[in-house]
């Protein structure tokens, strides 16, 4: 049982670049999100998705896209990268809202745009 | 919006006393409070959290209180160690609501002194 686990761990992209960010989990969830974390800003809600085949936005969707295809996999993609998307990218997941929601946080993806 | 804000954001303590995070939130109808604590290059993993239908929770040497009318809510750690180094999120959300969102605060960096 993995957890839930992101790929790449880092990454370094040129301004106007374009990439994707992969999330899985194997527990089941039915709720996964992004998020972004900034020092001193904590975790800040991209975007997140309640089932499979749905996404809403979050706090912070603006440069950003998602997808759920799969139950297991929610995807988060920058389509034209900006040096403002320097940042640690966090992956979670969560059975649901109403079994009080404790989100399992994937590792972590340290992207850079220069 | 919604928002949750939380002080201090550094605390350091002698080992051995005890450390307090305090957190405010906006939103009435959050119901649900997590505790996350993320060590030095790690992800975040919930340690405690507390539902609104009551005022206190404990487990072992951290205690959650919340008070609804005041909206906000507390950790409290006792007996530090130097295990209990590293950034603590508070967080609130409404269990109920179809949207699911949680809203973090920004963080406080604990650190505990020999």
């Known amino acids: 049982n993995a957890g839930v686990t992101q790929t790449p761990k880092f990454r370094v992209l040129k301004t106007g670049q374009s990439m994707t960010l992969l999330c899985a989990q194997d527990?089941?969830?039915?709720?996964m999100y992004w998020y972004r974390q900034d020092p001193g800003m904590g975790l800040r809600l991209i975007h997140y998705?309640?089932?499979?085949?749905?996404?809403a936005k979050g706090e912070v969707p603006d440069g950003y896209n998602v997808s759920r295809l799969k139950k297991q996999n929610f995807l988060l993609g920058l389509e034209s990268a900006a040096p403002s998307q320097t940042s640690v990218y966090f992956c979670a997941s969560s059975y649901s809202a109403q079994g009080g929601n404790e989100q399992f946080f994937g590792p972590g993806t340290r992207l850079t745009v220069l | 919006g919604e928002n949750v804000e939380q002080h201090p954001s550094t605390l350091s303590v002698q080992e051995g006393d005890s450390a307090v995070i305090k957190c405010t939130y906006s939103d009435s109808a959050s119901n649900y409070f997590p505790w996350y604590k993320q060590e030095l290059g790690k992800r975040p993993q919930l340690i405690i959290d507390?539902?609104?239908?009551?005022g206190e929770k404990k487990d072992q040497r951290i205690a959650v209180t919340l008070n609804k009318t005041a909206k906000h809510f507390s950790l409290h750690i006792t007996e530090t160690q130097p295990e209990d180094s590293a950034v603590y999120f508070c967080?609130?959300?409404?269990?109920?609501?179809?949207?699911?969102?949680?809203?973090f605060g920004s963080g406080t960096r604990l650190s505990i002194r020999p």
């Open positions: 527990m089941n969830h039915e709720y």
């Open positions: 967080a609130a959300s409404n269990l109920y609501s179809s949207a699911s969102k949680i809203i």
């Open positions: 998705s309640v089932g499979e085949g749905t996404t």
């Open positions: 507390i539902r609104s239908n009551v």
